[in-house]
C-alpha cells in the first residue's frame, strides 16, 4: 500500500453489551493459599435491596412529613372552604330575591300611580288652556267679522306640544283646524 507518508493503525476494540452494568462483587474471600474468590449478588438479592432503599425513602419522607407544620396548610384549607361556601350562598340568594320580587321598591306601585296622575293633570291643564285660548281668539274673530263684512274666512292655527312620559301614550289626538265664516 503506497499512501501519502502517514499511515494510520486502528485497532479493533470490542464494545460488548452496553446495556449490561459490570457488577462488582458483593465480596471478596481470601484463602491461606492466597487465591482469592469473587461472591457476586443475584438479581433477585439487587431488586430486594433497591425495594428495601425505596422503602427506607418513603418511611423518611412519611416522618418528615408527619413532622411539619399542617397548621397553616389546614387553616388555608378551610379558609378556601368558608369563602367558596359565602359566595355560593350569596349567589344563590340573589337569584331567589329576584325569583319572588323582593328587589323592587315596597311603594313602587303608589309612585308610579303619582306620576301618571301627574302627567294626566298637566295634560288637562294644557287642553283647557289651549281651548280657552282658542275660543278668545275665535270669540275676537267673529266680532271683527261682525264689524268687517269683507272678510269670509279665517285661519286659527292651534299647536300644542306635549312632553310625553315616557311610561304613558296620549290619550287626546290635536289636530290643526280651518274655520272658516259664513
Known amino acids: 500500500m503506497a499512501s501519502s507518508g502517514k499511515q494510520k493503525d486502528y485497532e479493533c476494540v470490542e464494545l460488548g453489551d452496553l446495556d449490561r452494568k459490570e457488577k462488582t462483587p458483593r465480596r471478596i474471600i481470601h484463602f491461606s493459599s492466597g487465591e482469592t474468590m469473587e461472591e457476586y449478588s443475584t438479581d433477585e438479592e439487587e431488586e430486594d435491596k433497591t425495594q428495601n432503599a425505596k422503602k427506607d425513602l418513603l418511611s423518611s419522607i412519611d416522618t418528615v412529613c408527619s ?7 389546614v387553616w388555608f384549607q ?12 350569596d349567589y344563590l340568594g340573589e337569584r331567589m330575591a329576584s325569583l319572588f320580587g323582593i328587589t323592587s321598591a315596597k311603594c313602587q306601585y303608589a309612585i308610579d300611580e303619582y306620576s301618571r296622575s301627574k302627567w294626566e293633570k298637566e295634560e288637562r291643564d294644557k287642553d283647557t288652556r289651549l281651548t280657552e285660548e282658542a275660543e278668545l281668539l275665535f270669540g275676537e274673530q267673529q266680532n271683527d267679522e261682525d264689524e268687517d263684512p269683507k272678510t269670509n274666512s279665517t285661519q286659527v292655527s ?12 296620549p290619550t287626546t289626538v290635536h289636530i290643526p283646524a280651518l274655520v272658516t265664516s259664513t
Open 67 to 73: 413532622k411539619l407544620a399542617w397548621g397553616p396548610y
Open 78 to 89: 378551610m379558609w378556601r372552604a368558608a369563602t367558596s361556601t359565602i359566595s355560593a350562598c
Open 158 to 169: 292651534v299647536t300644542n306640544e306635549l312632553d310625553l312620559h315616557p311610561s304613558f301614550a
